[in-house]
C-alpha cells in the first residue's frame, strides 16, 4: 500500500511541477505550447476521449478511454464505434500493439510514445513554431478547467492549421481542432473526461493484458539514415524533389523491405509529406480518380486530410502522400528527378 | 398464233421438222397471213440458192488443225481451273491454320506478358502507405494519439 502512495505522490507532484511551470509561461502562447507538448508526454493521465472525423459521406466517431503513465505505457482501449469496441492498443515505448481481440489479431508498429518520438515532437514543435503564426486567447472553461485557446496559422497558404485549447492549470490539451489544406474542419478531437494522475495500478493493467499484447516482437524491419546513405543502400536510384512547399525540410530518410522501399519524410511542424519510392509495383486502390500531371498520368485520391498521389515511371513506383494542396502536390511531383 | 411466232417456226417448217398439230397450226396461219406467206416464198428461194452453189474442197489438214486447237484450248481453260483449285486447295487450309495459330500464340503471349508483368510488379495495398504516413503524422506534436486512432483504420 505505502509504495503505492508514494508514487501517486510523486506523479502528483511531478504533474504539478509540469503544470506550475506552465502557468508561469502563460504570458508567451509559444512557451505554453511547449509547456502542453510537455505536459501531454510528462503527466500522468486517464481519460475518455471523443474524436469526430469529417469525411465526405459519413463522419466517424471514435470513443477511447486512455490511460497514460510515463515511461511506462500509454493504454488506449475503443468504446466506440460499436465494431471497434474492445480494440486495444498498448504503447510500450518501443512497439505499439494493436490488438483486436475479436480477430485474435495483433499489428505492431514503432512506438508513438518512446523517447524518441517525444523527441521529434520537440523538434517539430520548434519548426512550427517558425511556420506558424501562434495566438493566445481566452477559451472559456472545458471540463469545469479555464482554458487557454491557442491559434496556429499557416504563414504560407496552402498547409493545415490547427485550434488548442489548453487547460490554464496543467497545460494538458483538452481539445483540438485540425483544419485542412483548404482550410476544412478535418477533425475534432476533445476530452469527456480526464483525470490527473491516473488513478490505474500499472502491474494490474498489465496483468489483464492479453497474452498475445505481451508478446516481443521482432525489431522494426525498417532503418532510419541520412539522405546521402539512403541512396547508397537502396536497391535502386533514388530521387529527390527539386520542389518542396515553403516552409517543409525534410525529417526523415527511411529504408525499408530491405532496401526495395524508401520513405522520405518532410515536414513543416504541423503537415507532413510522405515520398515512397520503389522498383515498379501495382500499389491497389480503391476510390481514386485518374489525373494527369505534366505528362505523367497518376492516381489521385483524397481521404481525411491527405491527399495521394501514385504514379510510376522509369520503372519506379512513387506515392507522395501530404496534407497540403492538390497543386502543390502536383508540383513536388514534378520536381522529382 | 402470231407472225412473230410463225416466222420462229418456218425454218422447221420448211425442214418438215415440226408435229403435225404445229404443222397444222402454222398452213392455218399462213392460209390467212399474206406477209408469212412472202416471207416463206424467200426462205425457200434461198435454200434454192444455198442447194445450187458449187461445192469447194476443204484442205486435208483442217480437221486436224480444227481439233488440235479444240484439245488445246480445251487444255488451257482445264489447266488454269486446276491451277487455281489446287493453289485454293494446297493454301486455303494453310491459312486456316496460320490464322489459327497466330491468334493462339498471340493469346499465349498475351498472357505471358500479363503474368510477366503481375509476377515482376508486386501488389502492394495503399493502406501501407497510408499508415507509414499517418506514423509519420505522429511526429508533429499535438496529432501523436490522434495518429494512433487513425493509423488503424483502414481502406
Redesign the interface.
Known amino acids: 500500500m505505502m509504495p503505492k502512495n508514494i508514487f501517486s505522490i510523486v506523479l502528483l507532484g511531478f504533474a504539478l511541477t509540469v503544470g506550475s511551470s506552465g502557468i508561469a509561461a502563460s504570458q508567451n502562447p509559444q512557451e505554453i ?1 511547449k509547456s ?2 510537455k505536459a ?1 508526454l510528462h503527466l500522468s493521465w486517464t481519460g475518455v ?1 471523443r ?1 469526430e ?1 469529417f469525411q465526405e459521406g459519413e463522419n ?1 466517431i ?1 470513443v ?1 478511454q ?1 490511460i497514460h503513465q510515463p515511461r511506462l505505457f ?1 493504454f ?1 482501449k475503443y468504446l466506440e464505434p460499436p465494431m ?1 469496441r474492445g ?1 486495444i ?1 498498448f ?1 510500450d515505448g518501443v512497439y ?1 500493439r ?1 490488438y483486436v481481440p475479436g480477430k485474435n489479431k495483433l499489428n505492431i ?2 512506438s ?2 518512446s523517447s524518441e ?1 517525444g523527441k ?3 523538434e ?2 520548434a519548426l ?1 513554431l517558425k511556420n506558424y503564426q501562434v495566438s493566445a486567447s481566452p477559451g472559456g472553461t472545458l471540463l469545469n478547467r479555464p482554458v487557454i485557446k491557442i491559434s496556429l496559422n499557416p504563414l504560407y497558404p496552402g498547409n493545415p492549421r ?1 485550434v ?1 485549447w489548453i487547460d490554464e492549470e496543467t497545460h494538458f ?1 483538452l481539445k ?1 481542432e ?1 483544419y485542412g489544406a483548404e482550410g476544412k474542419l478535418v ?1 475534432v ?1 476533445t476530452f469527456m473526461s480526464l483525470e490527473f494522475p491516473n488513478q490505474v495500478d500499472p502491474q494490474k493493467l498489465m496483468k489483464g493484458l492479453s497474452l498475445k499484447l505481451k508478446e516481443k516482437p521482432l525489431p522494426p524491419q525498417s532503418l532510419v539514415l541520412t539522405m546521402e546513405e539512403v541512396k547508397k543502400q537502396a536497391k535502386f536510384n533514388v530521387s529527390l524533389p527539386h520542389y518542396l512547399p515553403p516552409g517543409y525540410f525534410v ?2 530518410a527511411r529504408l ?1 523491405e530491405e532496401g526495395k522501399l524508401v ?1 522520405l ?1 518532410y ?1 513543416n ?4 509529406i ?1 515520398l ?1 519510392q520503389r522498383p ?8 481514386y480518380s485518374r489525373v494527369k500531371f505534366g505528362q505523367m498520368g497518376a492516381q489521385f ?1 483524397e ?2 486530410t ?1 491527399r ?1 498521389l ?1 504514379w510510376t515511371r522509369k520503372n519506379i513506383t512513387y ?1 507522395l ?1 501530404g ?1 497540403i494542396s492538390r497543386e502543390e502536390l502536383n508540383r513536388i511531383a514534378l520536381s522529382i528527378e | 398464233m402470231t407472225c412473230k411466232k410463225l416466222r420462229n417456226k418456218l425454218s422447221a417448217y420448211l425442214d418438215g421438222e415440226l408435229r403435225n398439230r404445229e404443222k397444222r397450226k402454222v398452213q392455218s396461219h399462213l392460209g390467212q397471213c399474206r406477209v408469212c406467206r412472202e416471207q416463206l416464198g424467200q426462205l425457200q428461194k434461198i435454200g434454192i440458192l444455198m442447194q445450187n452453189l458449187p461445192s469447194q474442197e476443204a484442205p486435208a489438214d483442217l480437221e486436224a488443225k480444227i481439233l488440235k486447237r479444240t484439245i488445246l484450248d480445251q487444255g488451257k481453260s482445264k489447266k488454269k481451273l486446276i491451277d487455281v483449285r489446287v493453289l485454293w486447295q494446297i493454301f486455303r487450309p494453310d491459312l486456316e491454320k496460320v490464322f489459327i495459330g497466330a491468334a493462339v500464340l498471340m493469346v499465349i503471349v498475351g498472357c505471358c506478358f500479363y503474368l510477366w508483368n ?1 509476377s ?7 493502406n501501407y ?5 499517418v ?19 483502414g ?1
Open positions: 505550447l502542453s507538448l501531454q476521449s474524436v472525423i466517424v471514435l477511447t486512455i500509454h488506449v471497434l480494440r492498443i504503447d505499439a494493436d508498429s514503432p508513438f510514445n518520438a521529434k515532437q520537440m517539430n514543435l512550427l490547427m488548442i490539451p483540438r485540425r477533425n478531437t525529417r526523415e525499408l520513405k519524410t515536414t511542424g504541423l503537415g507532413v510522405c515512397f515498379r509495383a501495382h500499389v491497389k486502390m480503391r476510390y485520391r481521404k481525411g491527405s495521394t501514385v506515392v502522400i496534407d | 503481375f515482376s510488379r508486386p501488389e502492394i495495398s495503399i502507405f497510408e499508415k507509414e504516413y506514423h509519420s503524422q505522429g511526429m508533429s506534436p499535438f496529432s501523436g494519439e490522434l495518429t494512433m486512432l487513425i493509423s488503424l483504420e481502406e
